[in-house]
């Protein structure tokens, strides 16, 4: 399975935007891109994903790279409920489609 | 829709005794199932792969005959922790994979159960 590398951590303010950057150079072509989180002590949740384009839905937008080499998936304004980890996982359309999670991106949201 | 259940959400057995969790799609069908563990300040550990009528394709290092799994219909799946004991103590989470078709491109979203803490005293 490709690899994704999430920074630790990250902290933002309430009602800021948040940029929560992923690199997966070793991307291809039929890896989609998709973007869980996980709030404490509970099953991870769907955020958003895509295949080249950016994507938007009602929790948040993804940006990829030209090259698809990296994305960034971005809270517009966060909330205190957006603390959670974020996981950034590459998911190929064939074969077995399992979800394989890294180490994510703890955010921390500051009232 | 897509929601996935699970249960029990907690469970505490002793030594050596069998416990069984249940994963269920409540409105949906799901031809594959995942079965995931997770440690405190751990990420998701994929143990399994669940296929409704066949049998469970496992990670390397998940002992299969310790981790049984029955996937006996489309909304079910579940997951018995044989002999447990205390190292078997984890947070362990289902997944559930949509098989519906989304426009020209398939879904297959996955969704996932509240998860089931178990403990092993």
């Known amino acids: 399975d490709a690899k994704t590398t999430q920074p630790n951590s990250m902290e933002s303010n309430e009602e800021e935007p948040v940029h929560l950057p992923c690199n997966h150079s070793?991307?291809?072509?039929?890896?989609?891109i998709h973007w869980y989180r996980q709030l404490p002590s509970q099953g991870p949740e769907y955020v958003i994903h895509?295949?080249?384009s950016n994507v938007n839905n009602r929790m948040a937008s993804l940006a990829i790279a030209e090259d698809r080499k990296s994305s960034t998936l971005i809270l517009h304004r966060a909330t205190l409920r957006d603390a959670a980890v974020y996981y950034c996982i590459l998911r190929d359309i064939q074969g077995a489609q399992k979800l394989v999670f890294g180490q994510g991106t703890r955010l921390t949201i500051n009232p | 829709g897509a929601v996935v259940s699970q249960h029990p959400s907690r469970v505490i057995c002793k030594s050596g005794t069998s416990v069984k969790i249940e994963c269920r799609s409540l409105d949906f069908q799901a031809t594959t199932m995942f079965w995931y563990r997770q440690f405190p300040k751990q990420s998701l550990m994929l143990m399994a792969t669940s296929n409704e009528g066949s049998k469970a394709t496992y990670e390397q290092g998940v002992e299969k005959d310790k981790f049984l799994i029955n996937h006996a219909s489309l909304t079910l799946s579940t997951l018995t922790v044989t002999s447990a004991h205390p190292e078997d103590s984890s947070f362990y989470i289902c997944?559930?994979?949509?098989?519906?078709?989304?426009?020209?491109?398939?879904?297959?979203?996955?969704?996932f159960g509240p998860g089931t803490r178990l403990t092993v005293t």
């Open positions: 895509g295949l080249t």
């Open positions: 997944s559930a994979r949509d098989r519906s078709v989304g426009g020209l491109t398939f879904s297959y979203e996955q969704y």
């Open positions: 070793t991307i291809s072509g039929t890896d989609y």
